[in-house]
């Protein structure tokens, strides 16, 4: 069974707090990791794909930066924001059988206060 | 950006009959889209993998005769849940790609439906 944990598994920050979680999955067969943020009733909305060891991707405030050698990701979003406020799941896509899947974690949710 | 629509959102029905979820992107050609489910507080998992126009990879576990997908053309995908039964109500997502199944595509994810089964 792959196994990929993400903590924590929820989050309460103020409003300009700077926050992170993590994102860990098997190194092996490793092939991309992608990020998706999830407000409560939108659709997930892909966030980063990344590939390369010590990658680092960055979008306005949420940055991620990838270890594919020890199997971790960390997001990190600077000032949170209340509209930063979803649940952010992380899947790794790794090669098993004949063709590889995303195995996504049960996600961190964020709740930002004003 | 790609958008993905689901209909329905929100589907209760009694057991026994088939319920049918459409998936459909609405401003790029998906070569494959995907069918996940996610239970309670549980991660979303993989039910199966389609192509335009040929049959569906289902993962382990998965009935390929209980959940029958198709994907007819390149914006459109179904998934039948037949005989549904309660343990069958769970909240149904689907994802589409035009990069296939490359590890480095984005998925683009509908808004999923919550199917309740009495």
Partial sequence: ?114 | GAVVSQHPSRVICKSGTSVKIECRSLDFQATTMFWYRQFPKQSLMLMATSNEGSKATYEQGVEKDKFLINHASLTLSTLTVTSAHPEDSSFYICSASSHGTSGSGEQFFGPGTRLTVL
């Fill in chain 1, 1 to 114: 069974i792959l196994n990929v944990e993400q903590s924590p598994q929820s989050l309460h920050v103020q409003e300009g707090d700077s926050t992170n979680f993590t994102c860990s999955f098997p190194s092996s067969n490793f092939y991309a990791l992608h990020w998706y943020r999830w407000e409560t009733a939108k659709n997930p909305e892909a966030l980063f794909v990344m590939t390369l060891n010590g990658d680092e991707k960055k979008k306005g405030r949420i940055s991620a930066t990838l270890n594919t050698k020890e199997g971790y990701s960390y997001l990190y979003i600077k000032g949170s924001q209340p509209e930063d406020s979803a649940t952010y799941l992380c899947a790794p896509y790794l090669y098993g059988g004949s063709q590889g899947n995303l195995i996504f974690g049960k996600g961190t949710k964020l709740s930002v206060k004003p």
